[in-house]
């Protein structure tokens, strides 16, 4: 393997957390549909409450926390000081349980205010109970995976994921029914019996969440436990004479965690800010419709749509997890051209993959639908001819913000995503008022948010790195490549689906069809090299096949 290759290798790395990512999102997307019947409405409502606000405290809390940790370990860790690195995990895990601990106790002693005060549902407090260990353990779970990742191991992350996933998806069926039951049986008054099953039902399917983050917490430890020889080998060579104080450690951590939370907090609030406008815009412009028909809406988008399209995009997402660290270490050694090679690869490799998913979902929307939701689907099914736009926005404005990160302008998409929410809140407003596009205004709102940034940090990497990305290899081959695709796998589509009229028979063809054309096309247009085809996994193996055929 050539020096490119092998400085590519983060690569690797992120498509195996990616894979993970993918997994973790077909469980949850089965195990929902079990789940959503036992819950029934009244239950998914207060299970969805309880985890808005859940994923509102975890995003204070942890959810910037493995990226923190891995830039300053992987930071140490390149200059070779072991032992400033492991101190940095023990300072991080006083930190994350410090902070855990704070906000697993605002959840559970708050609870009943939250939910009475503010969403007038008191039953979702059973939940939200439920749910706040868990943010104890997200804490200590996320500065663990933190230091695998800083040192450039995603493996961990990914099979605790995986597991804790798995566990999350038994548990929460099982415990929904099961309380469920116990709930009903709590209420003496036919009239509440309903609530009572419907929270209960809620906090079993929480607890599943609480579980599955136990399990991995534990698997986690067990592999920490496994290196910790290897760990202990690297600190007794160390021959570091500064020795960093934890109160030096502490600083690091706390203004580094800062910078990427507040940005982490700005660039998923959107998504939080979407409902409540939407609702009260509608409600002012359509007051005839009812609150039921404005939920069951915007329930299309995030329950579907948004489900479909994030799947893809949580690629990027893993592959900005594994470029972290392997920035900062080539950054940190002043290497300016590995640093461009890899934002090269970054970028690119997103891109190959974004661009066939966003086109399939934007082409076999309707039928992929039918196939994943069957008739409950149809609401959503004319939304995902935008899905190509939303894939290619939020993957590039993911990896993108990785980048800067990875070159310690942790400030910049702070600025660049406060700009991009400005004008998102300008622009929702005019596309649900003027031009009176219902729910598509918050499609095409949120694709305009993640154009916005992409194309700021576009300009900011540009400037602090004296960048220039080839849009020709980057942008305008993928988009060739799964333009003949999407063509294709349609055609392939409307013939079967005319000849045996089965819709989830010809959507598996059609996709499967899909995959062999964008292959070929990535070989016979040149998108993929041979020595990028090298730094992707099985990348060897893909190589000498592809030679045997003389198709490189």
Same mark, same amino acid.
């Given at each position: 393997?050539s020096?490119?290759?092998k400085s590519?290798s983060?690569?690797?790395?992120?498509?195996?957390l990616?894979?993970?990512?993918i997994?973790?999102?077909?469980i949850?997307?089965?195990?929902?549909? @079990?789940?959503?019947?036992?819950?029934?409405?009244?239950?998914?409502?207060?299970?969805?409450?309880a985890?808005e606000?859940?994923?509102?405290?975890?995003?204070?809390?942890?959810?910037?926390? @493995?990226?923190?940790?891995?830039?300053?370990?992987?930071?140490?860790?390149?200059?070779?000081q072991y032992?400033n690195?492991?101190k940095?995990?023990?300072?991080? #895990?006083?930190?994350?349980?410090?902070?855990?601990v704070?906000?697993?106790?605002?959840?559970?002693?708050? +609870?009943?205010?939250?939910s009475?005060?503010i969403?007038k549902?008191?039953q979702?407090?059973i939940?939200?109970?439920?749910l +706040?260990?868990?943010?104890t353990?997200a804490?200590?779970?996320?500065?663990l995976?933190?230091?695998?990742?800083?040192?450039?191991?995603?493996?961990?992350?990914?099979?605790?994921?995986?597991?804790?996933?798995?566990? $999350? +998806?038994?548990?929460?069926?099982?415990?929904?029914?099961e309380?469920?039951?116990?709930?009903y049986?709590?209420?003496?008054?036919?009239?509440?019996?309903?609530?009572?099953?419907?929270? /209960?039902?809620?906090?079993?399917?929480?607890?599943?969440?609480?579980c599955?983050?136990? %399990?991995?917490?534990?698997?986690?430890?067990?592999?920490l436990?496994?290196?910790?020889?290897?760990?202990?080998?690297?600190?007794?060579?160390d021959?570091?004479?500064?020795?960093d104080? /934890?109160? %030096?450690?502490?600083?690091v951590?706390?203004?580094?965690?800062?910078? *990427?939370?507040?940005s982490?907090?700005?660039?998923n609030?959107?998504?939080?800010?979407?409902?409540?406008i939407?609702?009260?815009?509608?409600?002012?412009?359509?007051?005839?419709?009812?609150?039921?028909?404005?939920?069951?809406?915007y329930?299309n988008?995030?329950?579907?749509?948004?489900?479909?399209?994030t799947?893809p995009?949580?690629?990027?997402?893993?592959?900005?997890?594994?470029?972290?660290?392997?920035l900062?270490?080539?950054?940190?050694?002043?290497?300016?051209?590995? *640093?461009?090679n890899?934002?090269?690869?970054?970028?690119?490799?997103?891109m190959?993959? =974004?661009?066939?998913?966003?086109?399939?979902?934007?082409?076999?929307?309707?039928?992929? $639908?039918?196939?994943?939701?069957?008739s409950?689907?149809?609401?959503?099914? @004319?939304?995902?001819?935008?899905?190509?736009?939303?894939?290619?926005?939020?993957?590039l404005s993911?990896?993108?913000n =990785?980048?800067?990160?990875g070159?310690?302008k942790?400030?910049?998409p702070?600025?660049?995503?406060?700009?991009?929410?400005?004008?998102?809140l300008i622009?929702?407003?005019?596309?649900?008022?003027?031009?009176? #596009?219902n729910?598509y205004?918050?499609?095409?709102?949120?694709?305009?948010?993640?154009a916005?940034?992409?194309?700021?940090n576009?300009?900011?990497?540009?400037? /602090?790195?004296?960048y220039r990305?080839n849009?020709?290899e %980057?942008?305008?081959? @993928?988009?060739?490549c799964a333009g003949?695709?999407?063509?294709?796998?349609f055609?392939?589509?409307?013939?079967?689906?005319?000849?045996?009229?089965i819709n =989830?028979i010809?959507?598996i063809?059609?996709i499967?069809?899909?995959?062999?054309?964008?292959? #070929? !096309?990535?070989?016979?247009?040149?998108? *993929?090299t041979?020595?990028?085809?090298?730094?992707?996994?099985?990348?060897? !193996?893909?190589?000498?096949?592809?030679?045997?055929?003389?198709?490189?």
């Amino acid at each position: 393997m050539s020096n490119k290759s092998k400085s590519n290798s983060f690569i690797i790395q992120g498509s195996i957390l990616a894979f993970a990512g993918i997994l973790v999102r077909v469980i949850g997307l089965i195990y929902r549909i @079990p789940l959503n019947r036992i819950l029934g409405e009244s239950g998914m409502g207060y299970y969805g409450t309880a985890f808005e606000i859940y994923n509102v405290l975890i995003l204070l809390s942890s959810q910037s926390m @493995p990226l923190a940790v891995s830039k300053i370990v992987s930071e140490k860790l390149e200059k070779k000081q072991y032992k400033n690195a492991h101190k940095v995990f023990k300072g991080a #895990l006083i930190y994350g349980i410090t902070i855990g601990v704070i906000f697993g106790m605002l959840a559970f002693f708050g +609870a009943d205010w939250i939910s009475v005060k503010i969403y007038k549902l008191p039953q979702v407090a059973i939940p939200l109970r439920i749910l +706040a260990p868990t943010l104890t353990v997200a804490c200590v779970l996320g500065v663990l995976r933190g230091y695998f990742q800083g040192m450039g191991n995603m493996i961990p992350t990914s099979v605790s994921q995986i597991f804790e996933q798995i566990v $999350n +998806a038994v548990v929460s069926v099982i415990a929904a029914y099961e309380l469920g039951a116990y709930g009903y049986s709590l209420s003496k008054m036919a009239d509440e019996s309903e609530t009572f099953r419907a929270s /209960y039902s809620a906090a079993g399917g929480t607890l599943g969440t609480l579980c599955g983050a136990v %399990t991995a917490l534990i698997i986690m430890i067990i592999i920490l436990y496994r290196h910790f020889g290897s760990i202990n080998s690297n600190i007794r060579k160390d021959i570091t004479k500064s020795v960093d104080s /934890y109160g %030096t450690i502490t600083k690091v951590i706390v203004f580094t965690i800062t910078p *990427v939370l507040i940005s982490t907090t700005i660039y998923n609030i959107g998504n939080l800010l979407d409902n409540p406008i939407f609702q009260n815009i509608m409600y002012s412009i359509s007051p005839e419709s009812t609150e039921a028909q404005r939920s069951a809406v915007y329930g299309n988008y995030t329950g579907i749509y948004r489900t479909l399209t994030t799947m893809p995009i949580a690629i990027a997402s893993a592959l900005s997890t594994a470029i972290v660290p392997s920035l900062v270490r080539s950054y940190v050694a002043g290497d300016k051209s590995v *640093v461009k090679n890899k934002i090269d690869m970054a970028l690119k490799f997103s891109m190959i993959i =974004a661009f066939p998913c966003g086109m399939g979902l934007s082409v076999l929307g309707v039928p992929i $639908n039918k196939l994943l939701f069957g008739s409950s689907g149809d609401g959503a099914a @004319p939304m995902m001819v935008f899905s190509i736009f939303t894939v290619i926005a939020f993957s590039l404005s993911t990896i993108s913000n =990785a980048i800067l990160q990875g070159i310690d302008k942790l400030k910049v998409p702070i600025k660049n995503s406060a700009i991009s929410l400005g004008l998102h809140l300008i622009i929702l407003p005019c596309l649900l008022i003027v031009f009176k #596009l219902n729910i598509y205004g918050v499609v095409i709102g949120d694709i305009l948010f993640g154009a916005t940034v992409s194309v700021l940090n576009a300009m900011s990497i540009k400037k /602090y790195l004296n960048y220039r990305q080839n849009m020709f290899e %980057t942008f305008v081959k @993928p988009f060739i490549c799964a333009g003949v695709m999407g063509a294709g796998c349609f055609g392939i589509y409307k013939l079967f689906n005319g000849l045996i009229k089965i819709n =989830a028979i010809s959507t598996i063809i059609a996709i499967m069809v899909a995959v062999v054309i964008y292959a #070929l !096309m990535l070989v016979i247009t040149k998108t *993929v090299t041979e020595d990028e085809l090298l730094s992707m996994p099985k990348g060897a !193996m893909i190589a000498k096949l592809m030679k045997k055929i003389h198709m490189i």
